[in-house]
């Protein structure tokens, strides 16, 4: 693991496709546990309402779990200095539609 650094909301995350679509090849190539959570699908309203809270710079996205027991991604806006934003603008991925079940449509080398 890197040392931490400070927030960059500049900072440039693009990879490649061979890049993430190895990284994603060796999340699933890991023991699974069951119901476990490959990928969720976020519309664009979602990073428009957080994106646009006054003083938002970025986003951090939340590994988490339903109240059922089910992992979910829960995401925030943060400020220029990587806090979280006190805003009400919370968005979770059990308003929209996880993979797995819901996989297909997927036409990238990123879904094994």
């Known amino acids: 693991m890197s040392a931490p650094h400070p ?22 190539a890991s023991p699974l546990a069951p119901g ?5 699908m976020f519309g664009s309203l979602a990073f428009t309402r957080i994106l646009g809270q006054p003083g938002c710079q970025g986003i951090r996205i939340y590994l988490a779990r339903e109240s059922s027991g ?14 979280d934003l006190p805003g009400d603008q919370v968005e979770c ?4 539609d ?5 996989c297909g449509g ?7």
Not at 15 to 26: G, I, N, P, Y
Not at 93 to 96: D, G
């Open 98 to 102: 996880p993979c797995p079940p819901n």
């Open 70 to 83: 089910q992992p979910t991604l829960v995401m925030v806006g943060v400020d220029a200095q990587g806090v």
């Open 7 to 28: 927030f960059d909301p500049t900072y440039d995350h693009k990879v490649t496709l061979q890049e993430a679509s190895d990284m994603v090849a060796a999340h699933v």
């Open 106 to 112: 997927v036409s990238l080398p990123l879904h094994p």
């Open 93 to 96: 991925s059990e308003n929209t």
């Open 36 to 40: 476990e959570l490959k990928a969720a």
